[in-house]
């Protein structure tokens, strides 16, 4: 099974800017984001195809974050700006699909990582 390991957590203030990474062990196809902030479940934060193409954002995301890929690496990031402190979670990489309109995750995600956004 393929293994996924984020980087790049950490803390941050308000407006400030953060980017994390994801390796993959092996190829994988649509890769994506998600958060559980303490309390609450996990959601949707972004998406992206194998070939980088199509990108999809929660509404709340969208306009600050940007995901991107390098399929040589066999990596994903998230390049993550004007944070805010509902944006504090544990950010969790996926392994998924996607069709034309949305992003799936499928039952392969990493350990997770801490974002803390002060206020």
């Known amino acids: 099974q393929v293994q996924l390991e984020e980087s790049g957590g950490g803390l941050v203030q308000t407006g400030e800017s953060l980017r994390l990474s994801c390796a993959a062990s092996?190829?994988?196809?649509?890769m994506g984001w998600y958060r559980q902030a303490p309390g609450g479940e996990r959601e949707f934060v972004a998406g992206i195809s194998y070939s980088g193409a199509k990108k999809f954002y929660a509404d709340s995301v969208k306009g600050r974050f940007t995901i991107s890929r390098d399929n040589a690496e066999r990596t994903v990031s998230l390049q993550m700006e004007t944070l805010k402190p509902e944006d504090t979670a544990v950010y969790y990489c996926?392994?998924?699909?996607?069709?034309?309109?949305?992003?799936?995750?499928?039952?392969?995600w990493g350990r997770g990582i801490q974002v803390i956004v002060s206020s």
């Open positions: 092996d190829s994988v196809d649509a």
């Open positions: 996926n392994a998924g699909g996607n069709t034309g309109s949305y992003y799936y995750p499928l039952d392969t």
